[in-house]
């Protein structure tokens, strides 16, 4: 008989988990609207700096989903709402496809690649996925292309990035060393910073970040500094430029603002994308996932990056017929020999 | 009242009528004895926690649990220690593009109660015990996506609470227990309160060096009933196969719910644990 209570008492007790948990979402396309949007507007920090009333989207949008609206249409719908927020650190990932802003860099645009390389540089054998390297044609200057700041092992610094101390080490008695970021779409900051404390002279602070931290569209965390200390094996502190462009994005435009507080560095180019982010990852009931940014990012000086981008000491900006002279690079060369 | 405190009111009511009506004619005496105890069974681990996802999560391990009472005549001091780590999963099994969403949990947590005797009933030899208890509970979630993306959230709350024990013996053998247990927290503090989107807290350090997650504990502040409602149960059967060696089967629920942020967020949480083991006396 005390053995039938206690059964009894276990299988009640079991059953107690569900009047608990009873609320989960539902998966109806109005309910993956709603929490998409509550979402956005509690945690996307770039509302203000963008100029984008999202109450107001979320409005017009919701008109569009209903009980019986499809994928097709829900995913529609968010798609137009990304692409009014113009930020490539937002995007949705759904079987349908990938959702993320259309014209986040210039189409025709010449200024984001090395133009007729084999014209300026010849390439040496220190190389690897992520990082090339040579010599500029005629000129006792070393050559640097990063092409991405990602990490092949997720999440972590990626050893590859230490090349650049071989690469110094080979380049330790040029004039000078160009680096050229014109393509990079970024990835791991933690890989921007081993590239940059190679050049760094001394302990600076080069960026500035502030976090969402409350719903309110200026509920903002304090700027929170970050500084870079010399590291690696070689220090190379003579005259250096960084080649960006408006295809320079995220870890890259990292990378820029840290090469851009040291006396020896020269930014030449184009002013870059705009984008740091800190983006986080997010779910809906439908097993849809999206990220969206929760931080500004800023200089050393204050001036925000996102939205608006780094402008370069020196701009210029090759015409879409050039095919044969990179001005920017030339532009590179003469920044270095005067 | 709410609906769930309507709930668990009922549900602790029909408890004590419960072990009330598991009769017995021995009269009940305490000696001074210690158990200690270890157990070992199945722990399932439910958290909704706004801050990381709409969904909830669930999952199981096999825990490790010890237990050490002293009973001293009309007195019952306990300490008790547990400790899981598991991986929870929501109800979507399936992302797009088949990146998933999991959540690393660590559990562990430190309980010390005293209890006095309040009132025996001879006839059913059964008695009652009341008084405090103190706790340290740590239920933290390393929330990934992609294998390494992935945010910290999680409760680190340290409390003062009451403890109500119900203990029946029986007639067949003195050494042979039956207990019930509830206890509810009263006071605490949380030591990962105001986290906002898993990300930051409400103060950071202006210094990116030192803004890592185990200095996010800057946002320390109390929690009252009002933000951080706690209980736990616990009924378990001791039986004695010689004068010192015997086993127990325990039951044990746990549930809490506090607001993590404002209105906006909140955590709950609920364990269930089934646990057998050994219980040494002495």
Redesign the interface.
Known sequence: ??VI??LI??V???G??K???KN??DNSPVTNFE?FTKDFD??YSQFVIRQINWDSISNIYRLKINLNSSNQDLFNVFNEMIQLLKDGHVNL???IG?ASYNNLFPTNYRGNQLINANKYISFSSLYNSAIESGTVNSYNIGYIQVNTFYSSE???ADPRYNLIDNILQQNKDKDGIIIDVRGNGGGNGDNALTIASRFADKRRLYYK?K?????GKNDF???????LDPQGEVQFTKPVVVLMSRCTFSAAEIFVSAMRVFPNVTLVGDTTTGGIG?P??????N???YRLS??IGALADGSIIDGKGIVPDVTIIPLKTDTTTDIMLEKAIGVIMK | MSK?SR?ITW?II??IF?CL??FSQDSLTFKTLHYVAFQTGYS?H?V?DDII????YRGSQIPVSFNYQFFSGNSIQSISLFFDNLNLT???T????A?A?YTINYNAFINYSYCLKLYSFSRWNISVFAGGEIKSLLNLRDHY???????NTGEFVSDLGFSFLIIKRFASSQNDL?SFRYSMSIVAYDMLNYL???????K??????Q?TFINLIKAVRPVTINNYFEFQ?E?S?TKFINKFIGFELK?Y?Q?Y?EKK??E?LYT?Y?N?Q?LVGLIIKF
Request: glycine share 4%; with cysteine.
């Open positions: 008989m005390r209570w206690l008492f276990v009640i007790t079991q107690c988990e009047i608990y948990f989960e979402p929490i509690r945690n990932y759904s079987p990938v997720f999440g972590n970040q976090y969402k931290n409350g719903p965390s304090d700027w929170v500094n970050f500084y800190n986080v990852y997010r779910e809906l009931p097993g849809w996932s929760t931080s | 769930i709930k549900l029909f408890n419960l009506n598991i399932r439910i909704k996802s709409p969904l909830v929501s109800s979507i399936i992302h797009s593009p990146e969403f996506y992609n294998n390494y993306t992935h945010y039956l906002y989107n898993a990300n930051v807290a409400k950071m350090s202006t210094d990116a060096g803004n149960t009924i059967y039951q629920f549930y719910n942020f404002d906006l709950k609920v269930n089934y």
